[in-house]
T-cell receptor, first 110, second 113 residues
Framework: RKEVEQDPGPFNVPEGATVAFNCTYSNSASQSFFWYRQDCRKEPKLLMSVYSSGNEDGRFTAQLNRASQYISLLIRDSKLSDSATYLCVALLYNFNKFYFGSGTKLNVKP | NAGVMQNPRHLVRRRGQEARLRCSPMKGHSHVYWYRQLPEEGLKFMVYLQKENIIDESGMPKERFSAEFPKEGPSILRIQQVVRGDSAAYFC???????????FGPGTRLTVL
């Protein structure tokens, strides 16, 4: 079983839509979580850090559910520029291990 | 504050040659990670280093691949006797403490002919 699992998508949504991705992690000792976005043939860029129950930054909201071991990312009022692959990451402090999911692809269409 | 720098950005090698990829972490960051990404696939962890130490190389192939992060200078990922299957994007990331966010460089795209 992978440490971090994501639905690969693609999620095809119209501009202005609200879309949510879930990510599950297998190790309950995971302590911090991150969402990165990766554009085609570019490096991953940090989108949000999730240290407690959740985080909000403009149109983006991340939530953490430790009981069910999942993290979600909600994007409101989708823009064409939101089209990218979204990577979920879990961090185990004790081992300084970062576990990356394989990513969820989002296509926002006009 | 300059970001993570990697060079070269593109590298072409023939089978059997050596490839050297360099990574300069962000200023003040002493933790470096290397990842490989094949086309249409996710990031695969290779190795985690701190200055002069390899902390975790569990993702590194046992043969032909090596990494270092000397006291002075960039981190180097070295691939000896490259094969076509080594063609990929190699990303380096750095972190100030190993317990927070990682910041990625632009990557080196290796093509093996």
């Amino acid at each position: 079983r992978k440490e971090v699992e994501q639905d690969p998508g693609p999620f095809n949504v119209p501009e202005g839509a609200t879309v949510a991705f879930n990510c599950t992690y297998s190790n309950s000792a995971s302590q911090s979580f991150f969402w990165y976005r990766q554009d085609c043939r570019k490096e991953p860029k940090l989108l949000m850090s999730v240290y407690s129950s959740g985080n909000e930054d403009g149109r983006f909201t991340a939530q953490l559910n430790r009981a069910s071991q999942y993290i979600s990312l909600l994007i409101r009022d989708s823009k064409l520029s939101d089209s990218a692959t979204y990577l979920c990451v879990a961090l185990l402090y004790n081992f300084n291990k970062f576990y990356f999911g394989s990513g969820t692809k989002l296509n926002v269409k006009p | 504050n300059a970001g993570v720098m990697q060079n070269p950005r593109h590298l072409v090698r023939r089978r059997g040659q050596e490839a050297r990829l360099r990574c300069s972490p962000m200023k003040g960051h002493s933790h470096v990670y290397w990842y490989r990404q094949l086309p249409e696939e996710g990031l695969k962890f290779m190795v985690y280093l701190q200055k002069e130490n390899i902390i975790d190389e569990s993702g590194m192939p046992k043969e032909r691949f090596s990494a270092e992060f000397p006291k002075e200078g960039p981190s180097i990922l070295r691939i000896q006797q490259v094969v076509r299957g080594d063609s990929a994007a190699y990303f380096c990331a750095s972190s100030p403490s190993g317990q927070g966010e990682q910041f990625f460089g632009p990557g080196t795209r290796l093509t093996v002919l």
